[in-house]
């Protein structure tokens, strides 16, 4: 018989975190290989566990996991090893917010075993850029919505397939996609086809630069959107963030 072999390394975040027993958490990660998954974590919560230091939130690990095992009445894996994955450390202040913000979105919209390779990367790449401001909220918010097939092509006009006029504004509805403006809400043409050409180079900073212009119309239309596709459920994060903001300003 042939030795078995070890399981393989994949790299995860952890999104959220809970008790299942006295030492142990179930865990729900995002992973590049098998998108979010829930893992159990056994004996991580004891005081002599390596795991305490390595399970944390917005930080990059690599994991290995074995088969699923029944946790809370659901079909959950083991965590059979972790190890931090380098990279930044924990984000502070405003990008703490905000990181925390990401990872709400994820386990709101994201199916659980439906992996997504380049949305991993690009929430690796969002982490990294949290504390520069929000244009790496919005290119995250952006690439989320594409992924998940709830983003039509910003070139052209839904109804009519017509190209977008760079100099004229359009209104991107939860609905009916992107048409000419009916309300306060709208973003210029010029904005739509830089945001399009990023979204299909793929590179995150062109994503992220292209974002950094015309940032309140583009935070309106896009919370509109994933409001709408949240089931109009309020995120809390975002209510937390906006009761710092007020606390801050008085």
Same mark, same amino acid.
């Given at each position: 018989?042939s030795?078995?072999r070890a399981?393989?390394? !994949?790299?995860?975040?952890?999104?959220?975190?809970?008790?299942?027993s006295?030492?142990?958490?179930?865990l729900?990660?995002?992973? %590049?290989e098998s998108g979010?998954?829930?893992?159990?974590?056994k /004996?991580?919560?004891?005081?002599?566990?390596?795991?305490?230091?390595?399970?944390?939130p =917005?930080? %990059?690990?690599?994991?290995?996991?074995?088969? #699923?095992?029944?946790?809370?009445?659901?079909?959950?894996q083991?965590?059979?090893?972790?190890?931090?994955? /380098?990279?930044a450390?924990?984000?502070?202040?405003?990008? =703490?917010?905000s990181?925390y &913000?990401?990872?709400? =979105? @994820?386990?709101?919209?994201?199916a659980?075993?439906?992996?997504?390779?380049?949305?991993?990367d690009a &929430?690796?790449?969002?982490? %990294?850029?949290?504390?520069?401001?929000?244009?790496?909220?919005?290119?995250?918010?952006?690439?989320?919505?594409?992924?998940?097939?709830?983003?039509?092509?910003?070139s052209?006009?839904?109804?009519t !397939?017509?190209?977008?006029?760079?100099?004229?504004r &359009?209104?991107?509805s939860?609905?009916s996609?992107?048409?000419?403006?009916t309300?306060?809400?709208? @973003? #210029?043409?010029?904005?739509?086809?830089?945001l399009?050409?990023?979204?299909?180079?793929?590179?995150?900073a062109?994503?992220r630069?292209?974002?950094?212009t015309d940032?309140?119309?583009?935070?309106?239309?896009?919370?509109?959107?994933?409001?709408?596709?949240l089931g109009h459920?309020?995120?809390?994060t975002?209510?937390?963030?906006?009761?710092?903001q007020?606390?801050?300003?008085s």
């Open positions: 018989m030795a078995s399981p393989s390394l !994949q790299a995860a975040f952890v999104l959220h975190s809970h008790d299942w006295e030492s142990s958490l179930i729900d990660l995002f992973t %590049r979010r998954v829930a893992v159990a974590a /004996g991580a919560k004891r005081p002599y566990s390596q795991l305490r230091a390595v399970l944390l =917005l930080q %990059r690990i690599s994991v290995s996991l074995s088969k #699923p095992a029944k946790a809370d009445g659901g079909e959950v083991t965590l059979r090893s972790a190890e931090w994955g /380098g990279g450390t924990l984000p502070s202040g405003a990008a =703490l917010f990181g &913000y990401l990872n709400e =979105l @994820l386990l709101k919209l994201l659980r075993h439906d992996p997504h390779p380049q949305l991993f &929430y690796a790449d969002a982490l %990294r850029h949290l504390s520069e401001g929000d244009a790496a909220l919005r290119a995250f918010e952006l690439k989320l919505l594409a992924e998940l097939g709830l983003l039509p092509d910003l052209v006009v839904t109804p !397939q017509a190209p977008i006029d760079p100099a004229r &359009y209104q991107l939860p609905e996609g992107l048409i000419p403006p309300g306060d809400a709208s @973003l #210029p043409g010029a904005l739509l086809i830089q399009q050409a990023a979204l299909l180079h793929g590179s995150p062109a994503l630069q292209a974002c950094s940032q309140p119309s583009l935070k309106t239309t896009l919370r509109g959107l994933l409001h709408y596709h459920q309020p995120l809390r975002r209510a937390l963030m906006m009761d710092v007020q606390l801050t300003d």
